[in-house]
């Protein structure tokens, strides 16, 4: 049973930080490009940062870069995102999602709400 289940949300002051995990299970979590999405209130769902399955490199959204930093320990099939300097306009719900290119299979996980508020 494949599943991923994220972790770390909560209520931050801005300027504050939080690590977002996800963890992975029922698929062979080296293989799969890991990202994480996130969708505000009344917002489409976007992209905010990339950690391929190959060779590591990561791929940031603008509205992020700098400040959040995605990565991976494949031994522990876990996905982290850091962040740091966290604004009020990143509260949002925070999605893990594995990509798998060649056969285009992919899972999501249930989300985590985070929270930026004085």
């Known amino acids: 049973q494949v599943q991923l289940v994220e972790s770390g949300g909560g209520l931050v002051q801005p300027g504050g930080s939080l690590r977002l995990s996800c963890a992975a299970s029922?698929?062979?979590?080296?293989?799969?490009?890991m990202i994480w999405y996130r969708q505000a209130p009344g917002k489409e769902r976007e992209l905010v940062a990339v950690?391929?399955?190959?060779?590591?490199?990561?791929n940031y959204a603008d509205s992020v870069k700098g400040r959040f930093t995605i990565s991976r320990d494949n031994a522990k099939n876990t996905v982290y995102l850091q962040m740091n300097s966290l604004k009020p306009e990143d509260t949002a719900i925070y999605y893990c999602?594995?990509?798998?290119?060649?056969?285009?299979?992919?899972?999501w996980g249930q989300g985590t709400q985070v929270t930026v508020s004085s």
């Open positions: 029922g698929f062979t979590f080296s293989s799969y490009a």
């Open positions: 950690i391929t399955s190959a060779d590591g490199s990561t």
């Open positions: 999602h594995a990509r798998h290119r060649p056969s285009n299979t992919q899972y």
